[in-house]
Structures are given as C-alpha cells and as structure tokens.
C-alpha cells in the first residue's frame, strides 16, 4: 500500500511539473501569428493552414494571419520560416515534399532539421495506385505480374521526379522486384487525364487528386500505400494486403516553427493543435481529404522527421535519383 501511494505522489508531482510548462506563457500573443502556407490559394496545403488558422483563433481568441508563400516547389515558404524569429509569431505548414525530400534533392535555403522546430503534426496521407476503368489490372499483384513478365513495358506518371509519388513507386518496385517506367508531370493533373487516355498503364498520386475519377467509375484503384485503410477509400486494399509489408509510404503535413522556439510556447502550440484535431468537424473535413489526423506530442513528431529523413534519402541513393 505504502508504495502504491509513493507511485501516486509520483504522478501527480509529474503532472504538476509538466503543466507549468504548457501553461507559461504570460502575454503571448502580443500581436497576430502569421501561418506561412508555402502554396497557392486552393489545394491540399492551403486547405490545412486555413483550417487550422481559424480553429486556434476561434479557439483561443487569438488573432492568426495565413499568409501564402508559393515558390521553389513549396520550398520558399519554409525558407521564409527558418529565417524569421523563434517567438512564436511565425508558423508554417511543411509536408513531406518540402522538408523530407526537396532538401535531399536540391539546394535550398534551409536545413529542416536546424533551422525548423517540429510543432505538431497534422496528418499523414498514403499514395493510391490508379488505372483506367478498362484497365486489365484487376489488382496490384496483376500489375506486378505484368511488370515482372516484360520489365520496363508498364509506365506510371507522377507529379514529378523525387516527389511522394515517385519515392513511393520506388519503395513498392524494390519490395515486389519489378522495374517498371516512370514518366514524371509537372503536376497530378496531366499524369491522370494521359492515364485516362490510354497513355499509361497506372498513375501514383494523392487520394484528393483521384478522388473524382474514382467516384465517376472512370478509374480504379489498385492500392493506397499506407499501413491500414483510408477513411476516404474504405474498401482500398493497402500494398500490405498484397503481400508488400514493407512497401507502404504515407506523406505528412504539420506545423513547424524557426529553430529555437522556446520550449513553454511549443507545448502550448502542441497541446492546442492537438486538441483541434481532436475536433469532430476538423477530423471529418481532414478524413473527407484522404487525410487522416494524427496528434502526437511535439517531441514524436520531431523523431518521426528525422526517421522520415533518413528512410528517403536511402531509397533516393538506392534509386540514384536526380532533379536536373
């Protein structure tokens, strides 16, 4: 009994010491935060500053300015974040493209590791391997098949070399031993219509982008490459159920600070935006994205950008690829 109750005063004096840290943050804010959105008006970025943006105002009664910042493949936003003050006025969203591979691929204007705090993160979203409704592949493991029978006959399109896309088709070729052919788009968009018109055999893109042409019956999904199903495709199969258990691939998206954020702030931060994920409407209008929330401490998320980090950076050595 005694210590039972040693184990009690334990926990309670934890949470006593952990709440101050959440709780300090006398006269903050001072002045509007900025949310950096490094893409244009519209689409999947865009849609989570704007979102989160208004929930934390409405929340809290702060006053939150989104601000977008398109530029150098959603790069400049994140730039403009690493260089700003580390006083909690400067938030950005980042994803995968722009903090896990541009920075392996090409020159930029920062480190993500060094120059950005992992605030909080918001959610992951698999890849979904699309083809025409007349497709012959009626599975993933057809489309294997096929790729393994006559390597470099079946064509994919992506958004482009390098991006979420490609590194997933990469993953999914080294765990089935196929090779199959990779014609990079500047976008989603011209990859599905030359997909629809015969063009290709499959396209690897984001739920969001296929979402359309699935409901119209104009395409069929072969796979998502997350872990488990998508709340957006329920009846999806993941690459996992193919017998690929090590070929899944989920792109996230979260809130990030400058380097340096102090330590009371980015616990605030963290517990606020995890409890706005918490939120009925903002979990159903996340999942209506193909997007599943994910609210997880600041430090996990932090640990799972350096995991994201090194896992890239060895498929793109692997896949000797390169952006010209």
């Known amino acids: 009994m005694q210590r039972r109750t ?34 244009t008006p519209g689409g999947g970025t865009d849609f ?20 977008n910042k398109p530029g150098a493949g959603t790069a400049l936003g994140l730039a403009e974040a690493a260089r700003a003050s580390p006083a909690g006025y400067d938030l950005v969203v980042g994803q995968t493209d722009n903090v896990s591979l541009i920075p ?32 012959p592949y ?50 989603s968009t011209p990859a599905l219509a030359d997909v629809m018109g015969g063009h290709l055999a499959m396209a690897a893109t984001s739920i969001s982008s296929a979402t359309t042409l699935l409901k119209s019956g104009k395409m069929r999904a072969l796979a998502v490459t997350s872990p488990g199903r998508v709340a957006a495709v329920p009846d999806v199969p993941t690459v996992a159920e193919a017998g690929l258990r090590h070929a899944d691939f989920v792109t996230f998206y979260g809130i990030f600070a400058p380097a340096g954020l102090p330590q009371p702030l980015l616990q605030r931060l963290n517990a606020d935006f995890n409890k706005i994920l918490a ?33 890239n950076r060895a498929v793109i050595q692997s896949a000797h690829i390169k952006v010209e």
Not at 119 to 134: D, F, K, R, S
């Open 138 to 187: 009626r599975s993933l493991n057809d489309m294997v098949q096929a790729a393994k029978a006559a390597p470099g006959t079946v064509s994919y399109g992506t958004s482009g070399t390098g991006g979420g896309a490609h590194i997933s088709m990469e993953l999914l070729q080294g765990a089935a031993g196929f090779k199959a052919q990779h014609v990079p788009y500047k976008g």
């Open 104 to 135: 392996l691929l090409l020159k930029v204007a920062y480190d993500p590791i060094k120059d950005l705090t992992p605030v909080a993160l918001v959610a992951t979203t698999p890849m979904i391997l699309v083809v025409p409704e007349n497709s």
């Open 48 to 67: 989570i500053g704007r979102l989160l943006s208004t929930k934390l105002a409405e929340m809290n009664g702060w006053s939150m300015v989104p601000d």
């Open 279 to 311: 939120m009925p409407d903002v979990r159903s209008a996340l999942q209506g994205n193909g997007l599943e929330p994910q609210p997880i401490s600041a430090e996990e998320f932090a640990a799972m950008v350096k995991a994201d980090i090194q896992k």
């Open 6 to 39: 040693l184990n009690l005063l334990a926990f309670a004096a934890a949470l006593g010491a952990a709440a101050p840290a959440i709780a300090q943050t006398p006269g903050y804010p001072s002045k509007p935060i900025r949310m950096i959105i490094p893409s």
